[in-house]
């Protein structure tokens, strides 16, 4: 069993900066990559950066260079760091965890993040 616990969020302007976070706790030694996703009104839910046990990250084109996505092992915390922030960038971010054992995806409950312009 892996829970998941998202902080941070919130409303910044355009160009500015937010730090979410995901704590996750459990069987933590199950999960083999975490996912942050997000999903706008209207839209379908979307993967915007990934980092995998080993630590290879992935993003969207729609955020290379902007966000950066970054773990504690320690404090089993996942970080998304947002820069440069865009009103396309309004939405609810979910972080997503590739549990292994037994297979299934654990999800955080969801953060609003809203980019004023």
């Known amino acids: 069993q892996v829970q998941l616990v998202e902080s941070g969020g919130g409303l910044v302007q355009a160009g500015g900066s937010l730090r979410l976070s995901c704590a996750a706790s459990?069987?933590?030694?199950?999960?083999?990559?975490m996912d942050w996703y997000r999903q706008a009104p209207g839209k379908q839910r979307e993967l915007v950066a990934a980092?995998?046990?080993?630590?290879?990250?992935s993003y969207a084109d729609s955020v290379k260079g902007r966000f950066t996505v970054s773990r504690d092992n320690s404090k089993n915390i996942v970080y998304l760091q947002m820069n440069s922030l865009k009103p396309e960038d309004t939405a609810v971010y979910y972080c997503?965890?590739?549990?292994?054992?037994?297979?299934?995806?654990?999800w955080g409950q969801g953060i609003q993040v809203t980019v004023s312009s």
């Open positions: 459990g069987s933590t030694f199950s999960i083999n990559a």
């Open positions: 997503n965890a590739r549990v292994t054992i037994p297979p299934y995806n654990a």
């Open positions: 980092i995998s046990r080993g630590g290879a990250t």
